[in-house]
């Protein structure tokens, strides 16, 4: 079967780093998605990775090994903006399979 | 980025009843679309897979005869609630992927919150 594991809930505090982790077992591998989902909106698209290694987009860093099918969303500099859910999707044979999110929880 | 527009965002209706809700891609061809279904604090769980011009792929367990899907366009899919029940309510979100893109991302519609009273 096909299969994404993330954290279901992680708490970090305002100012801190805090990187969410994602494993995945699936039959076809075509990217890695992560996205942010604040409570009653839809995801919005945050990064993309289809090889190994760091993708850096200001405060946001992704990372991707698909040898050990394995990727983490890295967030610094953690405002309370950040408290949302971060789903992780993986792109298999054209089809999204979605982790079930794990939501952050941002402190003062 | 491209952009899906979902309509409406909120919609209560009364068991029984019938609700549809469209799923329009502005600037691009949509070919497929998805429609999900978000339970509170659950993940988006796919209900359907929407083809322009051909039936729509549904997963299992979700009734094709209680969600009618209809793909008549390269830009508008709807998704029809029919006789809907309370335990129907849920946020109901579409996207579409626009497959001339590199990352083939999936853009989302805002969502239609869905109350059946």
């Known amino acids: 079967g096909q299969n994404i594991d993330q954290p279901t809930e992680m708490t970090a505090t305002e100012g801190a780093i805090v990187q969410i982790n994602c494993t995945y077992q699936t039959s076809g591998f075509n990217g890695l998605f992560w996205y942010q989902q604040h409570a009653g909106e839809a995801p919005t698209f945050l990064s993309y990775n289809v090889l190994d290694g760091l993708e850096e987009k200001g405060r946001f860093s992704s990372f991707l090994s698909r040898s050990k099918g394995y990727s983490y969303l890295l967030l610094k500099e953690l405002q309370m903006k950040d408290s949302a859910s971060y789903l992780c999707?993986?792109?298999?044979?054209?089809?999204?399979?979605w982790g079930a999110g794990t939501k952050l929880i941002i402190k003062p | 980025g491209a952009v899906v527009s979902q309509h409406p965002s909120r919609v209560i209706c009364k068991s029984g009843t019938s609700v549809k809700i469209e799923c329009r891609s502005l600037?691009?061809?949509?070919?497929?679309m998805f429609w999900y279904r978000q339970f509170p604090k659950q993940s988006l769980m796919l209900m359907a897979t929407?083809?322009?011009?051909?039936?729509?792929?549904?997963e299992q367990g979700v009734e094709k005869d209680k969600f009618l899907i209809n793909h008549a366009s390269l830009t508008l899919s709807t998704l029809t609630v029919t006789s809907a029940h309370p335990e129907d309510s849920s946020f109901y979100i579409c996207?579409?992927?626009?497959?001339?893109?590199?990352?083939?991302?999936?853009?989302f519609g805002q969502g239609t919150r869905l109350t059946v009273v």
């Open positions: 600037d691009f061809q949509a070919t497929t």
């Open positions: 996207s579409a992927r626009d497959w001339r893109g590199v990352t083939t991302e999936a853009f």
């Open positions: 999707a993986v792109n298999s044979n054209y089809q999204l399979i």
């Open positions: 929407s083809n322009e011009g051909s039936k729509a792929t549904y």
